[in-house]
């Protein structure tokens, strides 16, 4: 369970370089009936699949908010509420935006302190309003890291089931003990946190 939380939470800074077929290959994600009743009594659910090295792999995860999926649609977008919620970000900055707004480009800058270099990346990111937010990066120093949120109304519409899911491979520089060490509990409370901002905001 500890490697699952720690890339979950990797993941959810978003961004990294496209190209993944595992991702896309992938069936949709879906939650055993139990998984179902943990989410809806409010835990979180996150399962990750990752390859012989434990550096890179799939990660999915889900959690139920109390708002609509239009508050938790617009928390996402915005980089003054990501500031708030995402691990170890000093930066988010819209470089740029389709005149509809069916995407966004965004850059992000990560810094995890004297352990390791900042991140820095800008990824694209593809949005069906209060539906979907698609991404992958553009530039950036992960290896690879792209995925999917989506949001799925429940109880006519007043609540949200939120799913996630992306392939990730970490920048090289990254330590196994330095992913370990920072992000062991950190995911968990992201997810968590993201969810308190969205049921304040309604």
């Not at 429940?154 to 899911?165: A, K, P």
Request: proline content about 6%.
């Amino acid at each position: 369970m500890g490697r699952q939380r720690q890339w979950i939470a990797l993941a959810l800074v978003l961004g990294a370089a496209a190209g993944c077929p595992a991702l896309g290959e992938e069936t949709p994600m879906t939650l055993s009936p139990a998984e179902s009743q943990r989410v809806a009594a409010g835990g979180l659910f996150i399962r990750a699949t990752l390859d012989s090295t434990q550096r890179r792999g799939t990660v999915r995860a889900a959690v139920r908010i109390d708002a609509p999926p239009h508050v938790v649609f617009q928390m996402m977008t915005r980089c003054e509420d990501a500031m708030q919620y995402v691990p170890h970000m000093r930066s988010c900055r819209v470089r740029d935006r389709a005149p509809d707004d069916s995407w966004l480009l965004i850059e992000h800058e990560i810094d995890f302190g004297w352990y390791a270099p900042r991140i820095k990346y800008v990824f694209r990111a593809d949005l069906v309003a209060d539906r979907s937010i698609d991404f992958r990066q553009v530039a950036g120093d992960f290896k690879a890291n792209e995925g999917r949120w989506e949001m799925q109304p429940v109880d006519d519409g007043s609540h949200t089931l939120l799913l996630y899911r992306a392939y990730i491979d970490p920048p090289g520089y990254m330590p196994n003990w330095l992913v370990r060490s920072t992000f062991r509990r950190e995911m968990p409370q992201m997810l968590t946190d993201l969810r308190k901002r969205c049921e304040a905001a309604h």
